[in-house]
């Protein structure tokens, strides 16, 4: 298989790196049988193949800058990944869509994703004491604790779970 996909190749065309060790591959197949891992290397390292798909919460930062429009961009190639690896009709709902990527791949659309990565992210830094996250959490509650706030942010959510333990 690396013989076709010569990703060692590409990644030093584009000038990448890539960390063997926090890098994993999914195949989707209608095959499913135990046979269907393929034997993916760099750099002479394997690569670890997975059944199911795993989040790192490192890119909140700069997820968090990603306009309504990027977003939402997102999400349409997403949806049309989903409908492909489910097979499902074009013409599917999107509640319809997004809750069987939920219940058949634990796949939260894009929007909530970065929500939940975002609250995930902050009270993480609260939990170890980060002073930005600290610092940023205080200048966020000084400047709101007297407005209501009809949806909640990951903001306000990461310091209520965290101060309500």
């Known amino acids: 298989m690396n013989k076709y996909l010569e990703l060692e190749q590409w990644l030093f065309k584009w000038k990448m790196k890539i960390s063997v060790e926090k890098s994993s591959s999914m195949i989707f197949t209608k095959n499913n049988n ?27 930062p700069c997820f968090n800058s990603l306009s309504e429009t990027n977003i939402k ?9 989903v409908r492909s690896i489910l097979k499902l009709r074009y013409d599917t709902p999107s509640n319809i869509l997004h809750n069987e990527a939920y219940n058949k791949l634990k796949l939260l659309t894009v929007s909530n994703q970065l929500f939940e990565l975002s609250e995930r992210y902050v009270r993480t830094g609260l939990s170890h004491s980060v002073p930005l996250t600290v610092r940023l959490v205080e200048e966020y509650n000084r400047g709101f ?6 949806y909640p942010t990951p903001l306000a959510l990461a310091r209520y779970r965290y101060t309500n333990k």
């Open 34 to 60: 135990e046979s269907s891992v393929f034997n993916l290397r760099i750099y002479g390292n394997r690569i670890e193949s997975l059944k199911e798909i795993k989040f790192l919460d490192y890119y909140f």
């Open 73 to 81: 961009r997102l999400e349409v190639i997403q949806n049309s990944a």
């Open 145 to 150: 604790e007297s407005r209501y706030i009809e």
